[in-house]
Each structure stands twice: as structure tokens, then as C-alpha cells.
């Protein structure tokens, strides 16, 4: 009986592990994916926060620094993409 149990147990452990491990491989391809994704760029002589390459924002006219507009925008990606990862 307690190798059966020890067996269950070591299942467990292994697919926890292999749940943990998944998990960080899919949180680091969306952190790659946003942050390809979503940049700034020039176009027209002016700023641009962009999505694949497509100019969305004009920089200049927000008040903010664009270095931290970049990382928000990156993180707002993340946490839609999220989101709808269950559903």
C-alpha cells in the first residue's frame, strides 16, 4: 500500500512541476510577444506607440515619458492576453 501512495504522490509532484514549468514558458512567450509587438516608432517625423508595426498613438501629445507609456502598454498586452488564456 505505501508504494502505491508513494507512487501517487511522486504523480502529483511531477504534474505540479509540469504545470509550473508550462506556466512560465507561456508567461515568457507572452512577455516576447508584447514585447515584438508593441513598440514605438517613427513615422511622419512624429512618435508613435505601435502594434506590429502599425502606428496606433501619437507620443507627443501625451504628457508622459515614452520609455514608461512602452512598459504600460506592455503590461496592459500581458494581462488582456491573460485574460483570455481559460476562456
Known amino acids: 500500500m505505501k508504494i502505491i501512495q ?32 508593441i513598440n514605438v ?3 511622419s517625423g512624429k512618435l508613435y506607440v505601435s502594434y506590429n508595426g502599425v502606428p496606433i498613438v501619437n507620443v507627443e501629445r501625451l504628457n508622459i515619458n515614452v520609455p514608461d507609456l512602452l ?5 496592459n498586452y500581458l494581462e488582456w492576453k491573460l485574460q483570455f488564456k481559460h476562456e
Open 6 to 37: 508513494f507512487i501517487q504522490q511522486w504523480w502529483l509532484k511531477l504534474k505540479s512541476k509540469r504545470k509550473a514549468k508550462k506556466e512560465a514558458e507561456y508567461a515568457n512567450h507572452l512577455k516576447m510577444i508584447s514585447c515584438t509587438s
Open 41 to 43: 516608432m517613427e513615422f
Open 71 to 75: 512598459e504600460e502598454s506592455r503590461c
